[in-house]
């Protein structure tokens, strides 16, 4: 089992950065494609980003590729999501995900465990 802590949410302006970052626990980490995925108020959750087991891979939604750099670190069992060029509509609570599938995934049901997840607002 995964035990995921999501952390570094809070309140920027648009255009600027944060960086989250997603604690997991148990020695098996490396075997996990881990992704992020946000929640806005009255929308569904969405995919963000994901990566493979070995960080090799990557991938993201259209709404925040360029901006958005999803990271691994397994030594600390630890997932990364650097957000810049942040706009209004990245407000959202921002979710770890962990999955057994072999590829990447993007949809909220091929992922085991998830994190309480951390909110990010940004302002205009």
């Known amino acids: 089992q995964v035990q995921l802590v999501e952390s570094g949410g809070g309140l920027v302006q648009a255009g600027g950065s944060l960086r989250l970052s997603c604690a997991a626990s148990g020695r098996t980490f490396s075997r996990y494609v881990m992704g992020w995925f946000r929640q806005a108020p009255g929308k569904e959750r969405e995919f963000v980003a994901t990566?493979?087991?070995?960080?090799?891979?990557?991938d993201y939604a259209d709404s925040v590729k360029g901006r958005f750099t999803i990271s691994r670190d397994n030594a600390k069992n630890t997932v990364y999501l650097q957000m810049n060029s942040l706009k209004p509509e990245d407000t959202a609570v921002y979710y770890c995900?962990?999955?057994?599938?072999?590829?990447?995934?993007?949809?909220?049901?091929?992922?085991?465990?998830w994190g309480q997840g951390t909110q990010v607002i940004v302002s205009s």
């Open positions: 990566i493979s087991w070995s960080g090799g891979s990557t």
């Open positions: 995900g962990a999955s057994s599938g072999l590829g990447l995934q993007k949809r909220p049901y091929e992922y085991t465990y």
